[in-house]
């Protein structure tokens, strides 16, 4: 945490999981929407939406957005986005996960039919992104990448196995935002099994080739420039 912090928002803060830890050294302020997640918030409570927040211009040190953006609808996004550069004196702290494939997690509710993304996240972004979307009011100090990388698997294929091999998520957490439904667990199928299979066999030969494809271009491209 850089020196010169002394107090912390934390937009869309939850119950606390994050900052909590930081409330006996920090002045923390948490904000969500939810009452019953801020009921076990640590700190300063404020319940609000993160598009609408109820503090002065850079009154904060650091506004915390983590695991956020990724589930925020079009409209409150971009108004969150300018709550956050309104409200930051020194610092902006973005977590989210980056370049996710949507479709990885994506469940089909057993009961209504309603697809859905587990951790209802609505979108995808990456370093790039966070850099455009902050990067004129804010500049990016640093970054840092951890966890496993996200499989690779192109998006029409997996497509298919989902409704070709009943490839959806079988998250047992998952819970669908239409009618309250839980995924049942997946009974053994040795028909869609072997559909899953044959495409997983295709993918790998279709990422095979746009490597090859990658290393061919890469090539030329220096091919092209070694004269210089």
Request: aromatic fraction near 10%; proline fraction near 5%.
């Amino acid at each position: 945490m850089p020196c010169d912090v002394r107090n912390i928002l934390d937009i869309g803060c939850g119950d606390g999981t994050i900052t909590n830890r930081l409330a006996t050294r920090f002045q923390v302020i948490g904000l969500d929407s939810s009452r019953e997640a801020i009921r076990h918030f640590l700190g300063e409570k404020l319940l609000a939406s993160s598009g609408s927040v109820p503090l002065k211009d850079q009154s904060i040190d650091l506004v915390l957005l983590s695991n956020v953006l990724e589930h925020l609808p079009a409209a409150v996004f971009s108004h969150t986005v300018r709550e956050a550069i309104r409200i930051a004196r020194r610092y902006l702290l973005v977590v989210s996960p980056q370049n996710e494939n949507l479709q990885f997690s994506q469940v089909k509710c057993d009961d209504c039919g309603c697809i859905y993304h587990r951790n209802y996240h609505l979108r995808s972004l990456t370093l790039t992104d966070i850099d455009r979307i902050f990067g004129q009011d804010f500049e990016m100090a640093a970054y840092t990448f951890w966890g496993e990388p996200w499989p690779q698997y192109d998006h029409r294929l997996w497509e298919l196995k989902q409704y070709l091999a009943d490839g959806w998520s079988r998250w047992p957490l998952a819970v669908c935002p239409l009618c309250g439904g839980k995924p049942g667990a997946k009974e053994p199928n040795a028909k869609l099994e072997k559909v899953a299979m044959l495409l997983d066999d295709l993918n790998d030969e279709v990422l095979f080739d746009r490597r090859e494809s990658l290393v061919r271009q890469t090539r030329t491209f220096r091919s092209h420039f070694l004269p210089r």
